[in-house]
């Protein structure tokens, strides 16, 4: 079980959750010490507003905590850090929250980012409240965590031979297949990956995991999951200025994402063939860099124009679409920190999504609506293809003008896509300080893909 989770606690302080609508219900139900407390603070049930509420000997006899209307499943998150150490317990749960989101919630809120600078806090612990599967939860609060430490660790020590190293840790935990391709043969068979990787100190490689089911037969049901694992984005020759590449260590979140994903199916045992495919470089400067007018050959056998070396994401993903296809999938999704446009269209909270597969859209969107982690599907607006032509070239790296910025990314991608279902997201792998939680990694949209793929392939 994840160590923020318990499965009882003879010692558990109690949470009460109090939505704004039944404030003055609840409040009739309560004893006269709650009530004059109440009053004292101006507690309404306010979403994320809390409430400590003494006991006879002057201790925390109980927690309440305002729901305002009720929306927000992860509404605990900020209380491991509001809260004195013990062990917590919700005493009852309103209609229309998700008990397995609210101890996710928890779990978020519980975490901490220890590699560099010790934790010296005592535990806030949740008991699981009842009918919460512990092993799931513990399943995807681990998961999180994993891609949170990932995009939190500095390109220093997360440089592409790390990715790596992160990606065979994970293979050999569930006795998957991995193949590494660097040097030669990835300048033939990833020619893009090669391109955008080869002006830094450690050399560009191309990651791909192989698993299945207890290490059985083919299954014919193949899941590519690619992620963008770009270590650090100075912006190449075209170099970014000095605040638009203060968070580029996060620029290995798709990577990260990936990871975490494949976690996700390998321990809970989904019935299906997994390849996670992983392009890792870091897009820096050097008299190898590659530069803006140059034609680079893909692997799918497109050339491509560079317009720009900051949009390198996108290269490093064609050759990883087109190596996801040759497998035959069922279904491949991506994950990216792909434009800063889906930021601006989207804000910090909302995972933008990319599908021709309205099905495939639907069953994402509701795994959203389940898990509180909201994604918002986007266009694959196709009269912005015109933005990718080239003079010279089969498309260029970039659009014209500044708008529409990640709905052509995508387009550029789905170039590379053929004879498979296939949804791509934009993420930001980041969340600012809001909410009573701190600004630092995030997984943005994954418990949503999760739950579509528990649904679609069991688990």
């Excluded at 009530?35 to 004292?40: D, S």
């Excluded at 912006?235 to 798709?254: E, I, Q």
């Excluded at 799918?300 to 050759?319: C, M, N, Q, S």
Aim: with cysteine.
């Amino acid at each position: 079980m994840h160590p923020v989770f318990l499965a009882k606690s003879p010692s558990a302080t109690a949470i009460s959750l109090v939505g704004a609508s039944d404030f003055d219900a609840w409040l009739k139900a309560q004893d006269a010490r709650t009530g004059k407390m109440a009053e004292a603070t101006g507690f309404r049930g306010e979403a994320g507003k809390l409430m400590l509420v003494a006991d006879a000997e002057g201790g925390i006899g109980r927690v309440v905590l305002g729901l305002g209307d009720g929306a927000d499943s992860f509404i605990l998150a900020p209380l491991p850090t509001a809260l004195p150490a013990g062990d917590y317990a919700l005493d009852d749960i309103p209609d229309g929250l998700n008990p397995e989101t609210l101890a996710l919630g928890w779990a978020d809120g519980a975490y901490r980012f220890t590699r560099y600078k010790a934790n010296e806090e005592k535990p806030r612990r949740l008991v699981l409240p009842k009918g919460v599967d512990a092993e799931e939860v513990s399943r995807q609060a681990e998961a999180v965590d994993l891609v949170r430490d990932l995009v939190n660790t500095p390109a220093s020590d997360m440089g592409p031979q790390e990715i790596t190293g992160a990606a065979e840790a994970l293979a050999a935990e569930f006795g998957a297949d991995i193949q590494v391709t660097t040097g030669k043969m990835l300048e033939t068979g990833y020619p893009m990956v090669h391109a955008v990787g080869k002006g830094a100190s450690q050399p560009p490689r191309f990651i791909e995991i192989g698993w299945r089911k207890d290490g059985g037969k083919p299954n014919p049901r193949k899941l590519v999951i690619v992620g963008k694992g770009v270590a650090f984005d100075t912006g190449g020759l075209n170099l970014k200025g000095g605040a638009n590449m203060a968070l580029m260590k996060k620029d290995m979140g798709g990577a990260a994402h990936a990871l975490g994903l494949a976690r996700l199916v390998m321990s809970a045992g989904l019935d299906v063939q997994l390849i996670v495919a992983v392009p890792a470089v870091e897009n820096a400067i050097g008299p190898d860099a590659f530069r803006p007018s140059d034609v680079l050959k893909s692997r799918k056998g497109l050339t491509v124009e560079i317009e720009d070396t900051d949009a390198e994401g996108r290269l490093i993903l064609g050759d990883a679409l087109a190596r996801a296809c040759e497998h035959k999938p069922d279904l491949i999704i991506d994950f990216a920190t792909l434009t800063g446009a889906a930021r601006v269209a989207l804000g910090p909270d909302l995972a933008p999504l990319y599908t021709d597969n309205d099905q495939l859209a639907a069953d994402i969107e509701a795994g959203g609506r389940a898990t509180g982690d909201p994604v918002w599907r986007m266009p694959l607006w196709s009269p912005y293809e015109a933005g990718l032509k080239s003079a010279i070239a089969d498309i260029k790296n970039l659009g014209d003008g500044p708008m529409g910025g990640s709905i052509t990314a995508a387009l550029f991608l789905k170039k590379f896509v053929s004879g498979a279902s296939w949804a791509h997201f934009d993420i930001w792998a980041w969340r600012p300080a809001r909410y009573g939680r701190p600004a630092g990694a995030a997984a943005c949209g994954l418990r949503a893909v999760w739950s579509m793929l528990k649904a679609r392939y069991g688990g």
